[in-house]
């Protein structure tokens, strides 16, 4: 897949840049599977053959959530609520930036005569409205902006991921949708995005991938994590890594948090992130970093309360 263009000149390569210069993650290219009928139905797509692939919903993105309601002090309303038409049809129309464009995005209420109650399809829902809003100011709300964000085939979605001369919004509009509906197609790009400057793209990346489901993407996420050159841009994988809580989660997340223990280290936010996400995995082959980590005035308090949470030692046989 080529890399992905920007809007503006610091973009031109955005989000791949050779690895933004730190070196390639080496993301391993799959035949394309064609996503099911319910994971398509939870981004909107038209139905389709093929087998599922979802992933688990989590809470990567960390992201303002305002649900419906007025965004942006004139600049459009995303709406909560509402119902899809009879077909379940796609989302539809695009929030306004400064009097362009206009419309509402659609969520909730029902998709296809099923009830979008709760869970991960109402999560999707507000993930979607948001990451539409962001991106309809970024296209100035284009008649392309308009059809990317209400079209239903998702041959026509992948195709923006592969397509010559494509801005980085619609790149990142079509991984997120075709990610939401478990499409592996969508695979490559997200793990792009998730290393991008741009902590927005980050988190509807992050989360994207969270739903996806590929077995790739714990790997791809301890390679980003882990990449010295690209630690100022780690924390969305490192939460992920805690997200997914695969094999690879815990070597990964201790190996950036020895890390960070250096003294003067400015990414410790990373590091508390690190911490924190021990805590939560519970592996007692955290204690000896976090042990250290205690020392460290900055990471001290997420690793105390990270050591709470790790089961008891156990004491050696007689």
Known sequence: MDAMEGTDAKDATEPGDAAHRGGAVD???PAARPPGPEERDAAGLAPGPGAGGAGEAGGVSGRRRGGGGTRGGGRGTVAGGGERDGGGGGVTGASSRAG????????????????GGGGAREEDDEELRSLAHRLGEEAGGSPAYQRLLAVRDSDELAAVLTGPGRPLWARELA?????????????EALVLLLNHRDPERCVSAAYALARLGDPRTPRAAAALATNELRVAYALLPVRLLTQLRAPESVPALVTVLERRLAPGDPYWRVGVACAEGLGALGDPRARPVLEAA?????????????LRRLPPRTAPPA
């Open 27 to 29: 993301v391993p290219r």
């Open 100 to 115: 362009r464009g206009g419309g509402t995005v659609a969520g909730g209420g029902e998709r296809d005569g099923v009830a």
């Open 175 to 187: 991984a997120f949708r075709l990610g939401l509906a478990g499409d592996r197609r969508a695979f």
């Open 294 to 306: 205690c020392a460290h005035p900055r990471l001290s308090a997420a690793a105390v309360a990270a």
